[in-house]
């Protein structure tokens, strides 16, 4: 029961700091119609969903190792291994903008791609979301969940304030979006270093960049395999579905972001707080605590569907919400079925290899790029939707499978030789 209730406390300030966030989005969306055609919407998703995709990749999985190494070596012997990831997520963080914004020009020269004013936003939006990860990371690992809370706060505020001055000021309204997120990400990064009271001495840590980026590879080849799975849906719908259809599914996901900023973030972050320290300490419980939180995130679905219809009544009244319900449903499947591959993927933690999350996330990236593009261009979109709102659940068992495995060869090799710590 303890450690329910400080997972519970944790999620908690986890979820007092996205209030904000969530706000800060329903105000972004509230603010939307009168800049956005629907069509756009797709483009915003196809945008975000890069962004995502190449930020993941520039953080080389470092992540994971970072977390590893202040758990083995301490928090007072972190300082080295903090500043060589501020360095190196720095230099790629900023290559990943630079990146997409090529990209996306090109796209544009062969007339495919239409906002260009959005792009010169995101080397910013990429360099700062990089560095924010990592000193949310250090706070994380140090449960500093309060003094995370209040910065997720401010952020959002430095955030909204930023968005309504770049509007006023007649920016266009994504370029808004993403540059103001860019800016107080940059500003809460800098208040953040100065208060970890950093050595001036800085140096690059070698063995520990190679020990994370091992540990971290194919924790990082799985991040990219999910996430370059939610691009190929919504680049499907966006150049091979009709711009109707490419419509509702983009308005589909704004009404579905905030349960995922509220609420399923929320618990991903608590779980990744507690998980390292239940491994250490409380091990035969996990995987009780790991079925307890997956219930938490499945009631998501049905508070999804009650505040994307929240949103619709007061957003986008003029579409029938009889046509964007099967889009929500799919985008909340997806959504939650991400939550839960965190808390049933605690095997992999316990044996400090992600191998087996990328062989099963990079075999549903197989299947969607097969049967996605195809069942959209040949059979009724429907057909579409169903495909990639089960894909998920499917790695979401062999995940839980696996972590199952761990648990029990674990139990074996405990009841085999006693007086080993097989954990």
């Not at 508070?303 to 009544?313: C, K, P, Q, T």
């Not at 097969?370 to 059979?379: D, G, H, I, M, Y």
Request: hydrophobic share 50%; net charge positive.
């Amino acid at each position: 029961m303890t450690e329910r209730r400080a997972f519970l406390d944790t999620w908690k300030f986890f979820v007092v700091a996205a209030l904000p966030g969530f706000l800060s989005n329903f105000w972004v969306i509230l603010r939307s119609p009168g800049f956005l055609t629907t069509q756009d919407f797709i483009e915003w998703a196809v945008l975000t969903s890069s962004l995502v995709l190449l930020c993941c990749l520039s953080q080389l999985g470092i992540k994971p190792g970072y977390m590893q190494e202040v758990t083995d070596k301490g928090i007072n012997n972190r300082y080295s291994a903090l500043t060589s990831s501020i360095c190196i997520l720095s230099v790629t963080g900023l290559l990943a903008g630079v990146s997409l914004l090529c990209l996306f020009k090109a796209l544009s020269y062969f007339q495919v791609w239409s906002n260009t004013k959005v792009l010169f936003g995101l080397p910013i939006f990429c360099l700062t979301a990089n560095l924010y990860v990592i000193f949310q990371t250090d706070m994380r690992i140090r449960q500093k969940a309060k003094e995370l809370a209040k910065l997720s706060i401010m952020q959002t505020m430095l955030s909204l304030i930023i968005f309504e001055i770049m509007l006023a000021s007649e920016f266009d309204f994504l370029l808004s979006v993403f540059l103001s997120s860019g800016i107080s990400n940059g500003i809460i990064c800098i208040l953040l270093y100065f208060s970890l009271s950093i050595p001036t001495k800085w140096n690059i840590d070698l063995i520990f960049l190679k020990k994370a980026l091992k540990i971290g590879s194919f924790f990082l080849f799985s991040l990219l395999c999910r996430y370059a799975s939610d691009s190929i849906v919504f680049s499907s719908f966006k150049w091979i579905a009709s711009e109707t259809v490419g419509g509702y599914l983009g308005v589909s996901i704004k009404l579905c972001e905030p349960i995922s900023i509220l609420y399923v973030s929320a618990i991903q972050m608590a779980w990744g707080s507690h998980v390292y320290g239940w491994i250490k300490n409380s091990i035969n419980d996990l995987p009780n605590l790991s079925t307890w939180a997956s219930k938490i995130l499945l009631y998501g679905f049905l508070l999804g569907n009650a505040v994307a219809i929240l949103m619709w009544f007061f957003l986008f009244e003029d579409l029938s919400f009889f046509n964007l319900l099967p889009f929500v449903v799919m985008i909340l499947s997806r959504i939650i079925a991400f939550g839960v591959l965190s808390t049933v993927g605690y095997g992999q933690t316990i044996e400090r290899s992600y191998i087996n999350g990328f062989k099963v996330n990079f075999m549903e990236l197989v299947i969607t790029i097969v049967l996605v593009p195809l069942s959209l261009a040949n059979f009724h979109w429907s057909v579409c939707l169903l495909i990639c709102g089960v894909l998920p659940w499917i790695s979401v068992m062999r995940v839980y499978l696996h972590s199952t495995a761990v648990i029990e060869f674990r139990k074996f090799q405990h009841k085999s030789n006693p007086t080993t710590n097989t954990f």
